[in-house]
C-alpha cells in the first residue's frame, strides 16, 4: 500500500492514528484532578510535539542514515521561520506560501552550508555546521536587523503590506490561516470531567507530520537510502565501488535542511513571531538529543524523542514546590520536606537535570534508543510466551 | 600493449623510496601476481593504481587512459575494481544490500538520485543480486548482516562485489592473509572460477605462494619498491635471483 512494505504501513497507520485522536490521548486526566497538569492535550504543545517531530525525522535522515552529525541544524529551522514570517508580511497571512518559502530557502541555505560542511567528516564536520549556525545566530542578532527585526525579532503588524490579503476592518488583526481556516481557533469537547481541545493549527502541523512521515520511510526504503546507509557503513568500500558519496550525503543534508525549514515555516503559521534565539546553538543541540534519545537511524524514534523532550520541556518544567508539597502533604511534616528538597532540583526549572539524566541512561543501557528499549520488551514478552507455549506443549510430549 | 601498463613510476614516503622506477604491464585476460617480501612496496603500487596514491613521476595507463590525477571511485568506473587485505564490505547491511549497491554503481554511475525507483527496476537489481549470492554460496545468508559472517565469507562477499560491476581489471591485496586453509582453498577455487567463467584481467599481491601458483600466469618479483625479475611460474621458481631475494627469504622464516 502506498509503496509501502507491511509493516511501513502498519506503522504509518499508527502514527496517523495517534495523531488524529492526540487532543484525546494526551489529556486522559480529568480537568480538575490533581493529575491533570500532566496532561498534554492543549494546542499550544500538541503542535509543538508535531513541529519538533518533523524537525527530528528530517535530522536522522541526515544523522541516522549517513552517520554525518550536524551541530547547526537550527539554522536551517530559524531560516525557514525568517522566509516564512517575511511570505506572511509581504504576501499573504494565508500559510501556504510562507511554509513553501521556509522550505526553499532553508533548502538553499542548506545547500550553501553542506557544500562547505561535508569537504570534511566525523568532528570537524559537526564544528563547521555549529560554526555556520552561531554565525546565523549572530548576524540574525545584529548585522542584519533590517531583515530579522533583531533581538525582538519579527511579528505580524498591522501595517504590513500583505498585497494579496483584502485590506483589514479597523482594529482587526492579522491571524495565520488556511484559506480563512484560522490556525488559532479550537473547538472544545467537554465529556464528563474531560475536557478535549481540537485546534487548527494542531491538525495543520498533524497532517504534515504524517507527510512528512511517510516521505521519509519512502526516503530510508529507497535505494538512495541504502546509499546513505552504506556511507555510514563503509565510506572506503562505497568510494571502491565507483560510488561519489559526496553529493549522496550533500542531497541528504539538503533534504533534512528542508525539513527544518519546514518546522521553522510551521512555528511561524502557528504563533506568527521568530527571533534569533530560534537558532542558539542549543536549539541545534536539542534536536541532536531528540533523534538520539528516540533511536537514530530508526523511523519512528526521531518523533518519539522529540516528544519525550517536548514533554518533560512543558510539564515537568511546571512542578513546583507548591505542587510538591499538595503531593506530598499525607507525610509527616520532617519527612515532606525531606523528600520535596530531595525531589525539587529535578523539577521546575531543573527539569535539564531530569532530561539529563534519562539521556545518560539511555545512551548507556539502551544505545539504540526508545526504540530499542521498546524491542527488548518485546522480545522479553514473547520470550515469556514462548516460554509458557514451550512448557505447556511439553507434558504432551 | 597490456591493459595494464605502469612507467618509471616512483614514490617516496619521506626517506624512505617505496617504489623506484617501476615498469608492469599486464596483459588482458591474465591472472598477474605480483610477489615480493613484507615491505617491498606491493600495497603503495596497488594504492597509486586505484587513486588513493599519487606516484611523484611516472604514468599508469589503463586501456590506453592515464588513471593519475582521477578519484577514485572515478577510477573504479573505468572498470578497475578492488579486494582489499581485510576485507572491506557494508557491515550494517545485509548481504543482499551489499551486492545491490555494486550493481547500482555499475547501472547508474557515481551519483544518481534514486529517491524513487520503480518497483520493476528494482526487483531487477535484487534479482541480479540474489544471482549473484547464488553462484557464491551466499544465498543462505541474504537476510543476515554481513558484519556477522564468517572472514571467508566475507572475502566471498567483497570478491562478488567487485564482479557485481563486472570490472575489467580485477586487483586483489592478500585476499587470502590471516585465512585458514580450508577459506584459502575456497578462494583459489572462487578465482579459479572467475578465470575461467569471465573476461577479466586479474592481478593478485600474494604472500601464500601456494596461491601464488595455483593462479598466477605471470609473476613479477617485487623487492624494495623495484621489480626484480617477471616470468612464467616455472622460471620463477628456479630463478636463483629470486631464491635468494624472496623465496629463500620465506623458506628460512
Ligand atoms: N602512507 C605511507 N606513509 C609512509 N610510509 C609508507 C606508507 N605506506 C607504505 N609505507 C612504507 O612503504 C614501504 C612499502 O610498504 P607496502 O607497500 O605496504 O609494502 P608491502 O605491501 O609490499 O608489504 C614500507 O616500508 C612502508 O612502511
Ligand atoms: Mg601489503
Redesign the interface.
Known sequence: ML?LTRKDAILLAIVTVVALLAPFILNPFPTNSGFAQFNAGYPDLMQRFAIFGIFAIGFNILFGLTGYLSFGHAAFLGVGSYAGIWMMKLLTANIIPGIAASIVVAGLFALIVGFISLRRSGIYFAILTLAFAQMSYALAYSVLTPITGGETGLQLKLNDPRVLDGALAPGERAHANLFGLDMTSSIEMHFGAWQFTFNTGYYIAALVLVLAFYLSI??FR??????L??I???N?????????AR??AL?AFVISGMYAGLAGGLMVAMDTQVGPERMFWTASGEVVLMTILGGAGTLIGPVLGAGLIKYMENIISKINSGILHEWFYWMPDGLEDFVITLVYPFVGKGWHLTLGIVFMLVVIFLPGGLVEGGQRLRRLAQGKRAKKSATQTNPAE | MGILEVKNVNKRFGGLQALSDVNLSVAENTVHAIIGPNGAGKSTLLNVLVGKLLPDTGSVMFDGQSVLGRKPYEINQMGISRVFQTPEIFGDLTVLENMMIPIFAKRDGAFRMHAIESVRNERAVVQQAEDMLESLNLADARHDHSASMSRGNKRRLEIGMCLAQEPRLLLLDEPTAGMARADTNNTIDLLKQIKDERDITIAIIEHDMHVVFSLAERITVLAQGTPLVEDTPDKIKGHPKVREAYLGETAAA
Open positions: 509503496g519512502r526516503i529507497s535505494p538512495f537510502g541504502m546509499m546507509r552504506a555510514k557503513s563503509n572506503t568500500r562505497m568510494t571502491y565501488t565507483g560510488l561519489n553529493p549522496y542531497a
